[in-house]
C-alpha cells in the first residue's frame, strides 16, 4: 500500500460524476486537500545508535533492519481519517526510528529481549490496515521505538483436511492464505473490508470480523490455536483439542491483545473445504425497523445465510453498496432498506438454507429484488476505502466506525449515535450524512456500521476529534461496545475502563507486567 | 443429594438383573463397600473460633453461618469416584470448617474481604456436582476454610425476550433455571448429566457441556456476561454487546476459573424459545471408524442437528445408552455402533435438518433404527449417576471421564487411552470394560467420554489414583485436552503446566495475584 491512501497507486481513481454531485449536495464546495510525495514529507530522526543497528542486525541479519525513509514511512500510520489526515496537514511525522523484519520465533524472542533491555517499545507491523491508530510509533516512556515487521512469517503448515485445520504465518495476507489454502481445496472465508492487505496475525490480535461471518464466524471463532512470542517467552496458547475446560481459555486472552502481550507469529485456523454451490438474493423492507425485526428472525432460528447485511433507509438511498454508483438515483429502485443475503455450501446446504432465508424475510415484510445487486456489492465490497482516498484528497470528511449491541437496544444506540454525530459535526457550518447497516448479525444482537461524509473545516484534526470523542460518549453511554472489529488501538484506549472496568484493566495490566516486563510492547495503546 | 451417592435416597435403586449379569461377567465376585450413615462419618473438627463465626454472622445473618456436621458434609465432597469413595473407605473427612451463604454480592465481597483478613480460605459451593474434586476443602497454607454456599443467589432478572438473554443468580439449579425460563416461553437448553443438580454459576465455572451441545453449544457459549465478586472488588465480565474487539475477551478469563479468581454470582445467558418441535432417529454404523466419518461430515457440513452421539462397539453392545437396559442383549439389534439423534425448533428447521442429516448419514453407511432408541436415552439420560451409586455399594470400580481432541487424532488417542486404562488396571488380577463414546462434535474434532468398569482391588483409592495418572499421561502424550467439560478441580490440577504451559499457567496466577492478593480463594484446585 501507499503510505498516504489505503490501496496502491495504481488502484486510486478519480470521484465518478455521481459521487461528485452527492457530495456537492451534502457537503457543498470543497478545497483539494491532497497527500504530499512521499519524498516531502517531514519525518522523525531515528533515535536508534549504530551500536542498535549492529546488535538487531545480529539477530535478524543485514538485510532485515532498515532505518530508510522508504521504510519507516509506510509504517508510521494506519489508515483511518485521523491517519490518512496526518500526511495531509503540514507537519512533522513521528515515524518508527527503524524497520526489523525477524524471520522465526527465536529471532523475534530475541529482538523482544534486546528491546527490553536497551529501552526500545516495539509496535508490531502486519498489513498496516488499522484504522484506529493501531500501528501509531508511539514510544511511551522510552527514547526510541521500531516497528516490528511480521512479513517474513509467509507460510503454510501443517494442513490436517480431515480436521479442518491449517497453521498460518501470521504475516500472510487475506488473498496470500486463500492462495496457499486452496491448493488443498480449502478456504478460510474470511472477508473484512480489508482483505487484500491485512494480515492472519493482524485479524487475531485485532479481533477482526469478516462479511461472510454469519455463515463462517467472526475471525476470533476461527482460531484453534496461536504462536505467541512474549519478552517472557515463546507460547503456544489454544491445544489440540476443539474446546476443552482446563481453566480459562488461554487463546482468548491473546486474541485482540494487539501486540500489547506478546507477537503472534502463527495462527492455527479452523478452515473447510471451497464450498460446492452459492445462490444470492437481495430483498428490500418499507423501513429499518421492519428488516432488523427479519434479519434478526433469520438469526435467532438459523435459518442459515453465509451473508445478511441490511442498509437503513438513507444508506439504501445512496447506494452505497455499490461503490461504482454511489450517489446514483436509481428511479427503478423501491424506497425502503436494502438487505442483501448469500449463501455457500454444498448444493444441498445452499438450497434449503436459502428457501428457509428467504421464506422467513418474504413473511417478515421482505420484497425480493433479485441476485443483481448481490453480486453488484461483491464484485465491489473492498472497494469503498480506495473511494475514501479520492474524498479525502478532494477535502471531504469521511470516515467509518462501528458498535455492537443487543437487538432490543439498536434503535435507541443508532438514535443516539447519529444525534451525537450530527450534533458534533453540525456545530460550524458543515452537514453531515450518517449513513448505517447492520454487518453482523448474532443470536442476541449485532453491529451497527457508521459511514459519515461531512465537510471538512480549517482544523480538520481537531474537528474529527471532537466528534469521535462524542461519538464514543454516546456508545458507552447507550451500552454499545466502543468497537466491535476495528480494534482498540491509539484511538478507542482512553475508553478501555469504561469499557471492561477499572479492574478488568488492572487484570490486564497484570497479564502485561508478568509477560511484558518492562512494557516495551506496543505502549500507550490497547493499555493506556 | 445425599452426601455419600450422586442423588437423594429416593432416587437409589438396587441393580438390575441384567447389569448384576454383566457386571458378574466383567468383574468376578465382589465385595459390597457401602456408604456409612451420615451419623456415623468422623469428621475434623471445625477451626473457626467463635469471634470468627459471629464477624460471619454479623455480614450474612446468623441463620447463613453453620458449623454443624449436617451442613458441613455434604459440602465436603463432590460425586467423583474418589470422592465417593472417600465416605466409603473408614478414615477422618476434612470437611469445611463453616459454611456461610450470602445472599448479595456486597456480602459476598464482605466475606471474601474477612477471608483475606481472617486467613481463612474459601470454596465456592454451587450444587455439589464435581467429579474432579473441585469442592474439596483444601486450606492451602490457611488454618481453616469456610464452603462459600450460592443457594440463595437464585433469583430470574431482566428477562429480554427480543434480545434472547436472561439473568439468573449463579445458585439456580438446572431445573430451576429452566423453569423460570419457561414462565416466559424461554429455554436455556444446557443439559449435562449433572443437569438435576448443578448450578448455573458451576456450569460458568467450569465450562461445562449439555448433551444438545450440537444445537445449543457448550455453556461457555452461552454467556453472554456475568458479575463476578473478587477480594478486590465486584466486576462485571462482558458487556451489552453480542461481541466486540475491544481487547481481549473478559469473561473467557472467568469463565473455567472455577472460584480461583473470584465467586460467579449472577449469569446474563443467551436463551431462546422453547422449540416448536422435535424428532428423533437412532442410526447404526457398522464400526466406529465409519461413524467417526459420519458424524464429522455431519458437523463440517452443519447439517443441523441438536443431539448428535456416538457410542462405540463395546458401548453399543452393553446397550449403556439405556440405564434400565444396561447389559441386555438385544436379539433385534444390529451389530455395530449406535448413534443417536435429535432435533428441535421451528418444524420447517427440525424437517430440514432432519432430513439433511438423515440422508447425510445413511449415504456415510448407516441403517436407520428409528425413534426408540433416542426416545429411550432421552428418558434414562440422567440416570447414569444413580446406577453408578449402586455399583459402587456393591464393591465394582466404576467412573466415567472424558478429554477432546481434533478429528485426525481420534483413533490414536483413543486407542491410547483405553490401553492406559487396560493395562493400569490389568496390572493385577482385575480386567476393565472400557466403553466409549462421541459426546460433543466441533467442525475440527469431538469429545470422547470414557465409562470404566472394573473390579476393585483392597485399596480402590490408590488403585484409581494410579489408573488416573496413567490416563492423563496418555491424554496428554497424544494431543488430548485433560478435560473438556468435567474441568480441573483438584484431580487435574497437576497437569495444567502440561496443559496451558509454564507461561500460561504463569499469565493465570498474575491475574489471581492481582484479584486475590492473599490467595484465598480456591487454594490448590485449577492454579496449584
Redesign the interface.
Known amino acids: 500500500m501507499s503510505f498516504s491512501i489505503w490501496g496502491t497507486e495504481q488502484e486510486a481513481k478519480p470521484l465518478s460524476s455521481s459521487i461528485q454531485s452527492l457530495v456537492s449536495k451534502v457537503v457543498g464546495n470543497t478545497t483539494p486537500r491532497p497527500a504530499p510525495a512521499q519524498a516531502d514529507v517531514r519525518i522523525t530522526d531515528s533515535q536508534l545508535t549504530a551500536d542498535h543497528v549492529q546488535e538487531l542486525q545480529a539477530i535478524v541479519g543485514d538485510k532485515f533492519v532498515s532505518c530508510d525513509r522508504a521504510h519507516r514511512i509506510p509504517r508510521a500510520r494506519g489508515k483511518s481519517y485521523f491517519d490518512l489526515l496526518d500526511w495531509r496537514v503540514d507537519q512533522i511525522i513521528d515515524v518508527p526510528d527503524a524497520v526489523v523484519a525477524p524471520a522465526s520465533n527465536d529471532e523475534v524472542f530475541d529482538v523482544l529481549q534486546w528491546a527490553s533491555k536497551s529501552n526500545v517499545a516495539v509496535v508490531p507491523f502486519g498489513g498496516g490496515t488499522s484504522v484506529v491508530g493501531g500501528i501509531t510509533p508511539l514510544r511511551g516512556t522510552f527514547p526510541a521505538v521500531i516497528s516490528l515487521d511480521l512479513t517474513r512469517f509467509d507460510a503454510i503448515e501443517d494442513v ?1 483436511p ?4 491449517a497453521t498460518l504465518g501470521a504475516g500472510m495476507s487475506g488473498p496470500q492464505a486463500e492462495i496457499a489454502l486452496a491448493k488443498h481445496g480449502l478456504q478460510l472465508g474470511h472477508f473484512p473490508q480489508s482483505f487484500p492487505y491485512a494480515t492472519i496475525g493482524g485479524f487475531a490480535a ?4 469478516g462479511q461472510n461471518s454469519a455463515g463462517y464466524g ?1 475471525f ?1 471463532e476461527m482460531v ?1 490455536s496461536m504462536e505467541v512470542v ?1 519478552p ?2 515463546i ?3 489454544g ?12 487463546k ?7 501486540g500489547a ?1 506478546g507477537i503472534i507469529t502463527k495462527v492455527r485456523l ?1 478452515v ?2 471451497i464450498p460446492e454451490a452459492k445462490a444470492y438474493e437481495a430483498f428490500v423492507f418499507p423501513d429499518f425497523q421492519s428488516g432488523v425485526a427479519a434479519v ?1 428472525a433469520v438469526e ?5 445465510p453465509t451473508v445478511i447485511r441490511l442498509s437503513d433507509e438513507i444508506e439504501s438511498a445512496t447506494n452505497l453498496t455499490s461503490t461504482d454508483a454511489i450517489g446514483e438515483q436509481d428511479a427503478a429502485a423501491p424506497h425502503g432498506c436494502l438487505c442483501l443475503t448469500m449463501y455457500e ?2 448444493r ?2 445452499v438450497t ?1 438454507r436459502h428457501e ?1 432465508t428467504r ?1 422467513l424475510l418474504l413473511s417478515m415484510g421482505a420484497t425480493s429484488l433479485g441476485e443483481a445487486p448481490v453480486r453488484k456489492w461483491e464484485k465491489g465490497r473492498f472497494g469503498a476505502p480506495v473511494l475514501r482516498d479520492a474524498l479525502l484528497d478532494a477535502g471531504v470528511l469521511c470516515e467509518t466506525f462501528e ?7 439498536v434503535p435507541a444506540l443508532k438514535k443516539a449515535i447519529t444525534a451525537a454525530v450530527t450534533q458534533a459535526l453540525g456545530e460550524g457550518d458543515s452537514v453531515a450524512l450518517v449513513l448505517c447497516h447492520v454487518s ?1 448479525v ?6 451497527l456500521y457508521f459511514t459519515i461524509l461531512g465537510a471538512q473545516d480549517s482544523t480538520p484534526i481537531e474537528q474529527w476529534r471532537h466528534a469521535k470523542q462524542r461519538i464514543l460518549e454516546a456508545i458507552t453511554e447507550h ?10 488501538g491509539t484511538d ?1 484506549a482512553r475508553f ?1 475502563e469504561q ?6 484493566l ?6 502485561k ?3 511484558d516486563p518492562e512494557g516495551v510492547l506496543n505502549p500507550g495503546k ?2 493506556p
Chains 1, 2 share one sequence.
Open positions: 490436517d480431515i480436521s479442518g485445520e485485532t479481533r477482526s470480523s467472526r476470533d484453534a512474549t517472557k517467552g507460547m503456544t496458547v491445544n489440540a483439542a476443539p474446546a476443552s475446560a482446563a481453566g480459562p481459555d488461554m482468548e486472552i491473546f486474541l485482540g491483545s494487539e502481550f479452523k473447510h473445504p434478526r435467532q432460528h438459523k435459518t442459515g455450501g454444498t444441498a446446504h434449503s428457509e421464506d458498535t455492537a449491541t443487543n437487538w432490543s437496544n453482523h448474532y443470536a442476541n444482537g449485532c453491529s451500552n454499545g461496545t466502543i468497537t466491535h472489529h476495528h480494534a482498540v478507542h478501555m469499557e471492561i472496568g477499572p479492574l478488568g488492572g487484570a490486564l495490566r497484570a497479564i507486567a508478568y509477560l490497547l493499555l
